[in-house]
């Protein structure tokens, strides 16, 4: 790819102020900076994209418009909305059809932002894609391999997502923000040079569900394929209905319309019976589970027995782990300590310090 140009990057503006700084801090570098929005979503009730709706909302474009006015680079709105739509939304029915609960962040960070988007850098000869993620990338001399690395903002620390990412991949991204030891570091500069997202508050919801209500979404969806069912306990006994197992997850215990007299909680779903077990707290917890689609960011392959810090969602602490590579292309993650809600569908991610080492999908968890 001798044609690209390695003083140019293109930048995913989402119209928030990680990715507004992360585009100054790369022109103060030096850096020939193209801001990209890309539109992957249109609500069904436009109303909807005239709201602060994440990424996908006019809001956030025009925000994004506005910073890239403010600082003098070249803004395009791209179209992504039919890979998105493919790779993103229908995985993410897919997986709650199939009693599991996908990270759609996870799929979007894997096959849109960090392999769509590349092309599209690629074809307006950018060498380089960048975000406002949280996160450092570094290139070992040593192994002659590139190594992402937790952002020095603990609490902000977003590589939990980015554990798919490819060698290659790497070598053509940068993320400035890594560095920062908090969010009002990266405020603080927007406020000082009157960026107009200084004080834009975060999203919190999926982009394409703005009231959070994935139950909802999937069967306007797919309304023919949520069907009720039985809520059951661990022996078998039938205790109520279910509305489709596509409104709940492991862990669950608001939201499931049963009075038992005593505290429950979603402990399993059953998709070949279209059952959700329902049980004590103490029966979520477990050491072992089976993780598949496994990717290894600078590893070869797992030693057998290699230890490392696993965490299996977004906002858990990390805990000691073993790995035992299982059949092809899964591995086998015994914890010391047991782990609460292992849940099919998210993603277990492995650390050696503050470096990641990859992750995969919990397949499963091991009784």
Known sequence: MSFLDKKKVVIGMSGGVDSSVAAYILQQQGYDVIGVTMKLWTHPDESQNMEDTGCCGLSAVDDARRVANQLGIPYYVMNFKEPFRKKVVDYFIHEYLAGRTPNPCIACNRFIKFEELLKKAHALGAYYVATGHYSKIVYDEKINKYLIK???????????????????????TLMPLGDFHSKEEVREIASKIGLNTALKPESQEICFIPDNDYGRFIVQEKPEEVV?????????????????????????????????????????ILPETNEVVLGENEDLFGTELIAEDVNLIFLDHIEEGMEVMA?????????????????????????????????????????????????GTIAKRVK
């Open 150 to 172: 937790k952002s020095n903002a603990a609490e902000k620390d977003q590589t939990y997502v980015l554990y798919n990412f490819t060698q290659e991949q790497l070598r053509h």
């Open 311 to 359: 965490k299996i969602r977004y906002h858990s602490e990390p805990a000691f782990a073993r790995l035992y590579p299982d059949k092809k292309n899964q591995i086998r993650v015994v914890f010391a300590q047991p782990q609460r809600a292992i849940t099919p569908g998210q993603a277990v991610v492995f650390y050696l310090g503050d470096i990641l080492v990859g992750g």
């Open 228 to 268: 009720p069912g039985n809520f059951i306990d661990k022996n078998g006994k039938i205790l109520g209905r279910h509305k489709g197992i596509a409104n709940y997850t492991i862990g669950q215990r608001k939201g499931l319309g049963i009075a038992l007299g005593k505290p429950v909680y979603v402990i399993d």
